[in-house]
């Protein structure tokens, strides 16, 4: 998502911020067209005609937050800090928004990829495989082989148990 | 649950053990009352006899599923297993049931802790509180402290993006 407010982005661009940000407390059945139309300020008649399907638009939303995510939070996280459990740690907090926004409330706003994956069924093959795509890239980010998807692991593995209890930091193990 | 066959169970206890199978593939939201009765065999006008919501019926499933699962995997595997990494993968491949039954299907039937952790709002305070009890004693189960917590991550993690993605095994990082 660039800078442009909501008022200056066009109605498609408004569904997928939209997706964006009840995908962060909400799992993929619960989010409705008719709720993103109303967050969107788009008539429910004309969503068709900028998506085929609410999978489609989620889709849409993955990858702009792919996007987003990997080039505001994961790039940096890997320049900036020395140890993988400081990169975990940076990554992790960055999942969870802080703020006066809606999103930072007490659902523990997490991740939103890893709160799709867990939500979605056989009926959303776009999105599953979409999901694999970004978490192979995500954890050849983090290391080679095994160890990139560990730390991957670590890092959803934390988000969604933070959705109900407060995980303490770990010493190395 | 016990080795009692599903005819034999009442219907309270077949609206549980139903709603146990359905969690193991969808989400809390998608798992509806009228599905739950369906699989009992209950009619739907009765199920507010039985639970007093369907929040009630997930709370009473999450129950039962944790009694099974830490008496017959997470127990045994801490007897068994003399290392961490063969104790939790033990316990993340007792998440995926295998064999002919309805749950092994490619959705990556996966653990109903999660799934309902992942899928859940501010709405089901009852199921978030007990999830969060669960949570906390298996991981005091598989360490202590952090090292508890880091294991639970590292099983929950790796089961979440199997739902996607097939995730290889990780040598000690």
Not at 94 to 113: D, K, N
């Amino acid at each position: 998502m660039t800078a442009q407010t909501r008022h200056e982005m066009g109605p498609k661009e408004r569904l997928v911020a939209g997706a964006m940000d009840l995908l962060h407390t909400q799992s993929y059945p619960s989010v409705g067209v008719q709720a993103l139309c109303d967050l969107a300020g788009v008539r429910k008649g004309s969503f068709y005609h900028f998506f085929a399907s609410k999978e489609d638009l989620i889709l849409a939303a993955l990858n702009e937050a792919w996007e987003t995510f990997r080039a505001d939070v994961v790039e940096p996280a890997l320049l900036r800090e020395t140890t993988r459990e400081a990169r975990n740690a940076a990554i992790r907090r960055s999942c969870h928004p802080v703020g006066p926004g809606p999103l930072a409330t007490s659902s523990g706003a997490g991740c939103i990829f890893g709160r799709v994956a867990a939500s979605i069924t056989d009926s959303e093959p776009l999105l599953r495989a979409r999901l694999a795509e970004i978490f192979t890239e995500w954890a050849a980010m983090l290391g080679d082989g095994g160890e990139g998807w560990a730390s991957l692991a670590d890092i959803q593995g934390r988000l969604l148990l933070g959705f109900t209890v407060e995980v303490p930091e770990t010493v190395q193990v």
